[in-house]
């Protein structure tokens, strides 16, 4: 069974910052894919960003230029570091990781952002 954990979420105001941290149970690049998504109150869960095994990223046009998505090798970790924060930013940030046809999520960490 694989777990991911999630850190870093929080209450901030707009325009301001937040780092999120996923770990997996295991090594990260035994992933083909990693990446977070996020579910506002009332939508439905939406791509942020993802990196690939190769390094690959692509991101939702929403966040493009404000937010970026890292592998951290000494950490085992994939990060998204979150920038000039929106109200609609706002949401409970969720990590994934796939391999082959099996996807794996994490519990989920709350972004909170004041207007």
């Known amino acids: 069974q694989v777990l991911l954990t999630e850190s870093g979420g929080g209450l901030v105001q707009a325009g301001g910052s937040l780092r999120l941290s996923c770990v997996p149970s295991?090594?990260?690049?035994?992933?083909?894919?990693m990446g977070w998504f996020r579910q506002a109150p009332g939508k439905e869960r939406e791509l942020v960003a993802r990196?690939?095994?190769?390094?690959?990223?692509n991101y939702a046009d929403s966040v493009k230029g404000r937010f970026t998505i890292s592998r951290d090798n000494a950490q085992n970790s994939v990060r998204l570091l979150m920038d000039n924060l929106k109200a609609e930013d706002t949401g409970i940030y969720y990590c994934?990781?796939?391999?082959?046809?099996?996807?794996?999520w994490g519990q989920g960490t709350q972004v909170t952002v004041s207007s």
């Open positions: 994934r990781a796939t391999i082959l046809s099996r996807t794996y």
């Open positions: 295991e090594n990260m690049y035994n992933f083909n894919d």
């Open positions: 990196i690939n095994v190769g390094g690959r990223t």
